[in-house]
């Protein structure tokens, strides 16, 4: 005899939800979106100046999503993922990005507010408040500088982790760049 | 006082040593409470977000630098977690910057699939995260990147030769940027990165690198309003981490006993002996 069901009035059980695990974050092999300053002077990194370091300063970079290198070359536009990082390619620094692989939470999860939080909200910033960087250019900043007036500041993004939750085209997103230099 | 805990060079360890670390992950691994692997790598990235990366000033205009006191908290919990597991095991930190012939890469304990026809605890770990949207269900894996693009001494140098505290921390947690993203995989990510155990050894290394230059410039740079910012989820406070013989432990790159017993002469203290190698 079969057995009687144990509540006979209960609906029906929903399916299963399905399960599809996210992926193992991978290199991308498609190149990212190059970003290109516009051209500022740079008289004050002249061969009559005397500064000890000369800092590029990045801030305001979004990190929720793929992980990369940074690749900055000065005066080199057309500066691609296989360029070679080399001074005569105007090649000025790298940073790096360590990003979150995407959002892995509910809708809203990764939205930043800090510009609405109230005076006595003392809980941690959002682990996603932009980033900052620094790439020490000194020499290329000399060299650039004895022999231009100006300088454009591409960065081409390379990508070595992203999942597919991870935008890998747009990938280098910042609000504020500057040189800074220092004397001894 | 019981003496330090002495973190050792992955390329140094012993087969003892090897094989008292595997097996400590191994006996994590198999705990699913909050003594056990799946739950103290999920504070850092998914599904708990604890970890401090980056600069992030919401409420002030001093910079919440927190990167290098949050991470050596979690690592002293951590080593502790290992313990109780195995006792006297310590974790080993990973040299990124040796180069062939002494190392190539990933580390060949961590590169193993398999040891002993079991699978090596130090390759990859199960994640178990069905609540993650999407969910996170599957084993960790690298896809590593040409040795000769890990960091090298030069920059470590580079680093430590800055003496200004905020200028140091950035350029170490770029260094440590770096090398998650040769990693690659699931180390290359904030929300997995914990769970591949190559994770803590590759941040014990990143703690040495900071403990080398305290020893050097001391802690007076440090902003005294970060002092006593907590750690959360742990229950240090920033002044709280900055010593490491604090926290009971040190770092050597090779340890090994000499035996005193039945030694001609006269023998000093019967304590086992601390030697440091070369690195």
Known sequence: MARAPRNPAAPAAAAPRRLRSLGVPTRSTKPARTFTSAAIPIAFAGPEHRYARADLEIDGIFHGEASYEGRVFFNNPGADQQTAKTAENGYAGSFYIFGHGGCLGDPGHCDVHEHRREDYDFRPPHPLTPAKKRVTVTQALRDIASTAAEVTVTVVPVVTAANELCDTDNVFRCATMKLVTYNA | ?279
């Open chain 2, 1 to 279: 006082m019981a003496d330090l805990r002495i973190r050792l060079g992955v390329h140094n360890l012993s087969d003892a040593q090897v094989s008292a670390f595997r097996d400590s992950y191994r006996q994590m691994m198999a705990i699913a409470d909050n003594r056990g692997y799946q739950y103290l790598a999920g504070l850092h990235g998914t599904p708990s977000w604890y970890c401090w990366h980056h600069q992030q000033n919401a409420h002030t205009a001093q910079s919440m630098q927190l990167f290098l006191p949050w991470h050596r908290a979690y690592l002293y919990n951590w080593e502790m977690a290992m313990r109780d597991r195995v006792p006297d095991v310590t974790l080993p930190w990973w040299d990124w910057t040796l180069r062939p012939p002494r190392q190539n890469g990933v580390p060949q304990i961590f590169s193993d699939r398999s040891v002993g026809g079991q699978p090596n605890p130090l390759a990859s770990f199960r994640m178990n995260l069905p609540n993650t949207q999407p969910p996170l269900m599957r084993n960790t894996a690298r896809q590593p990147g040409d040795p000769a693009e890990l960091p090298s001494q030069a920059d470590v140098d580079d680093a430590l030769a800055r003496t200004d505290w905020s200028d140091f921390t950035d350029k170490l947690e770029d260094i440590h940027d770096n090398v998650h993203g040769w990693v690659s995989g699931d180390m290359g990510v904030v929300g997995t990165a914990a769970f591949d155990p190559i994770f803590w050894s590759h941040h014990a290394m990143i703690d040495r690198i900071w403990w080398l230059w305290q020893t050097k410039n001391g802690n007076a740079n440090i902003s005294t309003e970060l002092l006593d910012v907590v750690l959360a989820p742990f229950t240090f406070r920033v002044r709280d981490v900055l010593n490491p013989n604090d926290l009971g432990y040190d770092y050597a790159a090779a340890q090994s006993a000499i035996p005193v017993a039945g030694a001609t002469g006269s023998a000093g203290a019967p304590a086992a002996g601390a030697a440091g190698g070369s690195g």
